[in-house]
């Protein structure tokens, strides 16, 4: 990573919660990887960007969170635009239930 990494390890680097929590990519990190994208040609799609937006953005702060932290630090991001993930902790609670009631 570049400058702009060592300033979020030096920021985030002994508290992933606080990162996790706090740290978000801006516009101008998302210029940069526009630029990258194009860069390498590829063929850049405007809506197909917007549509995918918060997953760009999760994935954009997970490869940080690794850098820093490992797979420690990815997964934990990532988990949290995983849908299949997001529902089955949204089904937890009637699992739990089914499997008191013996069901």
Request: aromatic share 14%.
């Amino acid at each position: 990573m570049d400058v702009k990494g060592n300033e979020i390890r030096s920021k985030y680097g002994n508290n992933f919660e606080n990162f996790k929590k706090n740290f978000m990519i801006t516009e101008e990190m998302l210029n940069e990887f526009k630029d990258f994208v194009i860069s390498k040609g590829i063929k850049w799609d405007e809506g197909q960007y917007s549509q995918d937006l918060p997953y760009i953005k999760a994935i954009l702060k997970a490869h940080i969170a690794r850098f820093i932290w490992r797979n420690e630090g990815w997964y934990p991001i990532m988990l949290e635009v995983d849908e299949q993930f997001q529902k089955a902790l949204e089904l937890m609670p009637q699992a739990e239930k089914l499997l008191a009631s013996g069901k």
